[in-house]
């Protein structure tokens, strides 16, 4: 059973930046895409990025395209979310995802295991 942990969570400013990182505890598949997504209080969880197995694709919501990159390193089984210029609409619990096989999904019906998500909170 594959275990996702999120951390780098936090309170930060407006016009700041927080590194979310997600590490797998196992795997049970070789090849396997890696997503973020988000939800804030009242609201439908949402996409924020992923990326494939090769980290030669990459995805983006356009409301954090040109702000946040998603990254992986295989070796470690962890997927990296450099989130940069935060504002109060970027607060929410962010959750990593695990999909088996080459490409990502902007879907979260399309992801098989999911972390306990990390609170990010911007104040403005």
């Known amino acids: 059973q594959v275990q996702l942990v999120e951390s780098g969570g936090g309170l930060v400013q407006a016009g700041g930046s927080l590194r979310l990182s997600c590490a797998a505890s196992?795997?049970?598949?070789?090849?396997?895409?890696m997503g973020w997504f988000r939800q804030a209080p009242g609201k439908d969880r949402e996409f924020v990025a992923a990326?494939?197995?090769?980290?030669?694709?990459?995805y983006y919501a356009d409301s954090v395209k040109g702000r946040f990159i998603i990254s992986t390193d295989n070796a470690k089984n962890t997927v990296f979310l450099q989130m940069n210029s935060l504002n109060s609409e970027d607060t929410a619990v962010y959750y990593c995802?695990?999909?088996?096989?080459?490409?990502?999904?902007?879907?979260?019906?399309?992801?098989?295991?999911w972390g306990q998500g990390t609170q990010v909170t911007v104040s403005s």
């Open positions: 196992a795997r049970t598949f070789s090849i396997y895409a």
């Open positions: 990326i494939s197995w090769s980290g030669g694709s990459t």
């Open positions: 995802a695990m999909r088996r096989g080459l490409r990502a999904g902007v879907r979260a019906q399309e992801y098989d295991y």
